[in-house]
């Protein structure tokens, strides 16, 4: 069984019965209640994942390897996730609900990757002159000075930012069946008029669940004004299905953990039994 742990994302419960233990910031104060978990995790021959957005590591990271030889287990291991703010956080939602399914450890760690692509980022932006990821252009930065201009930064079909007009309004967008997605949102004073007219329509008039932002939020998009938008699944089942297909686990030469192949996140190897090595 994995237990899952969140660091510096807030909640986004899209999944029911996905239980995780949020921390907003790994503080000194949070490392009593960080290694109960951890020595809970450990007398239940559990496993701990510690996941965390990447582009805020430190000191995370430190004290995560601090705890972990405290320990002494090879039950514990830290995923960085790339995304922004609210998809970090619907991501680790999805991972929650993946575990139980999949069980496996090695199986869940190799399957994030995936998982991480079956979601729809979207964010309406006031300005991108702050906006660091997806990387504006520059005439879009100058634009930003302008005030009635209006942006998105979308996933799909790659990370890019395009610029709201009268005329093209709506992003690019897949169209998909109604009932087959949700739709996550965390709004700080951003145009919801738009949300059904150019959004909601294209996705099958999803569910809208609405969250309130992070504390990184205001910070990762750089703008007073912003509405960060997530598309995630609905049928679990199947899209754990799909991530599973697309990663490779294999077996640790040194410590026997099944894990995704490459090294193991577990005690840091770098051998992988090949034989072992097969799609999940």
Known sequence: MVKVVAIGYGCADV?????????????????ERLVALGLDCRDREETML????????????ERLELLRGCLE???MTAQALPHAPLAGAVLVSLIAAAAPILADPGRLLGAIPALGRQLLELTW???VSGLERPNPTVWQHLLSYWPPSRFVAASWPRPAVRRITRKRSEPRLPSLPAGTVGLALTDVRGDRGWIETAVRPALGHPELR????????RAWW?????????AFPLDLVATVRIAVAAAQSGRCAWCRQDAPVG???FCGDTRTDERTAVAA
Do not use: I, K, Q
């Open 73 to 75: 287990t090879n039950r």
């Open 210 to 217: 609405e969250r309130a932002p992070s504390a990184s939020a």
């Open 263 to 265: 090294r193991c996140p």
């Open 125 to 127: 932006l006031s300005r």
């Open 15 to 31: 999944y029911e019965h996905a239980p995780v233990h949020l921390f907003e910031r790994l503080e000194r104060a949070d490392l």
């Open 222 to 230: 750089g703008a007073p004004r912003f509405m960060e938008l997530v």
């Open 50 to 61: 510690v996941l965390h957005p990447a582009w805020a590591a430190e000191p995370t990271l």
